[in-house]
């Protein structure tokens, strides 16, 4: 776990990436970027099916995840296991993000939105702040964490921020291209939105909303932030 990765995508469960960007990591991965994901939670209580047993949930929303990754191009899938639901902001939580991100030393670091305009979800408020958190000042500075210098995991300055599921976006990418891989790798979270063809519809209808202003017929919207040191 030494080899460079251009993008790290920190999400707070399994599926939550495909839906919001799933366009833009096939975009990228076309363009021979490696990128890396870091699934916070194991997603174990994604269902409302009483005859499933959360442990199982866990066990098919990662083999889901993992399918979901291979279609897109992602180098890499990191599993956190945090329990579904139960994310905090702790010190363990800020430092394992920090390890990643000067382990693989990315120049971008996608995170989820966390900021519904009436509903959210504690997990991506959670995560997007320690994400948010672990890039600056933590992931950049020497005397953060003095063990991670014994063990060679030097500071590392990422260029950039891109949030994705915004409310708030001041950045858009054409996936005109790449919408048929977002939809495939989004189906492969069977668990979450089944076989039916509304998936696909709306995420058709989204990628024309996000595109709407823009010289092109789909896209994806996000927050995009450059990391000032």
């Known amino acids: 776990m030494t080899e460079q990765a251009q993008v790290l995508v920190v999400m707070p469960h399994p599926d939550d990436v495909e839906s919001r960007m799933g366009g833009t990591i096939a975009r990228w991965t076309r363009e021979g970027k490696d990128v890396v994901y870091v699934v916070c939670t194991n997603g174990d209580k994604g269902s409302n099916d009483p005859n499933i047993e959360p442990q199982e949930l866990a066990k098919i929303r990662e083999q889901e995840q993992l399918a979901a990754a291979e279609i897109l191009g992602v180098r890499e899938v990191m599993f956190l296991r945090y329990p579904d639901q139960s994310l905090e902001d702790t010190p363990e ?87 048929d891989i977002k939809i495939a790798a989004l189906r492969c979270h069977k668990s979450q939105v089944g076989d039916g063809p509304r998936a696909e519809e709306w995420m058709r209808q989204w990628a024309k909303v996000s595109a709407e202003g823009q010289d092109y017929e789909l896209g994806e919207a996000f927050h995009r932030e450059e990391v000032v040191w």
């Open 93 to 179: 939580f800020r430092k394992e993000l920090v390890r990643l991100i000067r382990t693989y030393k990315p120049d971008i670091v996608a995170a989820v939105d966390s900021y519904g305009k009436y509903r959210d979800h504690r997990d991506h408020r959670i995560a997007l702040r320690v994400t948010l958190d672990a890039v600056f000042p933590y992931a950049g500075t020497t005397h953060a964490y003095p063990d991670f210098i014994e063990q060679g995991l030097r500071p590392h300055k990422v260029k950039e921020v891109l949030i994705c599921g915004t409310q708030d976006p001041n950045y858009h990418l054409d996936i005109t291209d790449t919408i």
